[in-house]
């Protein structure tokens, strides 16, 4: 296995946790094929790194007289799906998925990373499935600890699909993308000087879900930038070198922003940002006061 850490400045050539299905064109290509594939980014957490082991990726794919019924995996049960590559709500297939370890910390404000892609037969992607290995760790102010996974499925992590994540593409609407975000801050448990890995996945559609970004100065008061929208939602940023940040996957609604640095600067809260399906919301720069 191979160890990767991805530097934001790879932003304009990584691709985000998406999946494509791509219909074969009339050049004489098989066309009842699409393509998928799966990328990663990431909701990050106050720590210095989060490697997260990942040795496989599969998609779950529906090809029955269901498969365009929205909501159908709600009836599929995660906990015996590694029993069979195959039920009555589809079929698993690999994705073609070198295994890594992967720092996700790195995947924020923006970046993603292709996890694979595979063609398989025409239908709905209902499900993904990423199996971790034992390799997970966090790194706290400088320091390394092992991450205990903690999933009701074991090392396997779950996410279900429905028609508001994927994006359609094409004439025929067989090429989709859906993002995925590993959201680490709600993921991660601190308890008696121990870490422990509970894993939380968020899938959303970019152009119907939307962002927020902005810039935070000055520098020294390293801000944590966190989001709410009062009904469930937090999401965190931070930003990068040059102040700068991103949170992606906001369902459509009002927020409210709050800036944190640390002392002396002030906490600045920002109330009120209405959020428009497939756009970006741009809060300009942010200073903070001491």
Request: net charge positive.
């Amino acid at each position: 296995m191979k160890t990767i850490k991805i530097s934001l400045g790879l932003a304009s050539v990584l691709a985000l946790f998406a999946i494509i299905f791509s219909a074969c064109t009339k050049s004489g290509v098989n066309a009842n094929r699409d393509s998928v594939g799966v990328y990663l980014t990431d909701g990050p957490g106050e720590y210095d790194s989060v490697f997260i082991d990942i040795t496989k990726v599969e998609v779950k794919v529906d090809t029955t007289v269901y498969k365009r019924e929205d909501g159908r995996c709600n009836d599929d049960d995660d906990r015996d799906d590694h029993q069979k590559r195959n039920d009555d709500f589809g079929y698993w297939t690999d994705l073609n998925f070198s295994p890594a370890v992967i720092d996700v910390l790195s995947l924020r404000n923006g970046v993603e990373t292709k996890l694979g892609e595979a063609s398989i037969e025409k239908g709905t992607v209902r499900k993904i499935r990423i199996t971790l290995g034992s390799r997970n760790r966090v790194v706290k102010n400088g320091v390394s600890y092992p991450l205990e996974l903690l999933n009701e499925t074991n090392n396997l992590l779950y996410v279900k699909l429905y028609n508001k994540h994927r994006h359609h593409e094409g004439r025929d609407s067989s090429k989709q993308r859906v993002w995925v975000d590993f959201d680490i801050a709600r993921s991660i448990v601190e308890r008696d000087g121990k870490f422990y890995l509970k894993p939380v996945l968020r899938p959303f559609n970019e152009y119907t879900y939307a962002a927020v970004y902005g810039k935070v100065l000055p520098l020294e008061a390293k801000a944590v930038v966190r989001i709410t929208n009062g009904a469930g939602f937090d999401g965190v940023a931070l930003p990068d070198r040059e102040g700068r940040f991103k949170l992606r996957g906001l369902e459509v609604g009002t927020y409210t922003v709050t800036i944190q640095g640390l002392a002396p600067y002030k906490e600045k809260v920002i109330s009120n940002i209405s959020v428009t399906s497939g756009k970006a919301t741009d809060l300009g720069v942010i200073t903070l006061t001491q």
